[in-house]
């Protein structure tokens, strides 16, 4: 649709210096464009006047309802990636203080890299993810928090699904799908019964970019939805 206006305003223009009695305006006299303007006049001024008005809607359309509603859009989608960022680095220090303990800020900020992650935690025949695993199972308090931080991504996605209007059908099931999966290994017996094996198998598939049907993927799903928001 946002097409259809914006093509809708090129022909206005071209419908307003055709339908105008006035030769062409000084800027454009001896360019390319003069000729298509001459051979376009007709003096018509209902055409001049249907072209005027609607560029004059189309201006007041990008003013007051485009440039805010974009403006918009792109602060809740920044917003989004940096809450998704601060989700993944959370998480990983969460399942480093599990396998490793004390670790640097630096290991947690560079093991966001999903190359990085699988390397370091696919060393051994995955013993530091099974230590991940152990500790989370044997120290609750680090399992609660890897739960909250997918609640606070999960809120935070609710909240631009309730205020940015998705076009995009594909995008906006995707999201809503994570929100829903968020909720049940959080709430449903389907998981209670062995929780730190799929909130694991979960956080698997983010982190080092697996799915558990499709295999390895290139990029990261997550990011590429919050780009099309």
């Known amino acids: 649709m946002n097409l259809v206006l914006y093509v809708l305003a090129i022909a206005a223009v071209f419908g307003m210096f055709a339908g105008s009695t006035e030769p062409v305006i000084l800027p454009l006299r001896g360019t390319a464009i003069e000729p298509a303007l001459h ?5 018509n001024s209902i055409l001049f006047n249907l072209s005027l008005g609607y560029l004059s809607s189309f201006i007041f359309w990008l003013l007051v309802v485009q440039y805010p509603e974009t403006k918009r859009r792109k602060l809740l989608r920044d917003n989004l990636a940096r809450q998704y960022q601060d989700f993944k680095e959370s998480v990983v220090r969460i399942l480093l203080s599990c396998a490793i303990g004390a670790h640097s800020s630096d290991l947690s900020k560079g093991l966001c890299d999903h190359e990085k992650f699988k390397q ?3 060393a051994n025949e995955k013993q530091r993810w099974y230590a991940a695993l152990n500790g989370l199972e044997d120290q609750k308090h680090h399992l609660k928090d890897l739960l909250f931080e997918m609640e606070l991504l999960a809120a935070e996605v ?9 076009q995009d059908e594909k995008v906006h099931r995707s999201l809503k799908l994570l929100n829903e999966h968020v909720h049940r290994l959080r709430n ?4 209670s019964a062995d929780p730190v094996k799929y909130v694991g198998n979960f956080l698997w598939g983010i982190l080092a970019r697996w799915s558990f049907i499709d295999g390895q993927r290139n990029d990261d799903f997550i990011e590429e939805l919050i780009k099309k928001l």
């Open 188 to 191: 449903s017996s389907v998981y």
């Open 120 to 122: 370091f935690f696919n």
């Open 158 to 166: 609710t909240y631009v699904l309730n205020n940015i209007p998705l």
């Open 39 to 43: 051979a376009l006049h007709s003096g």
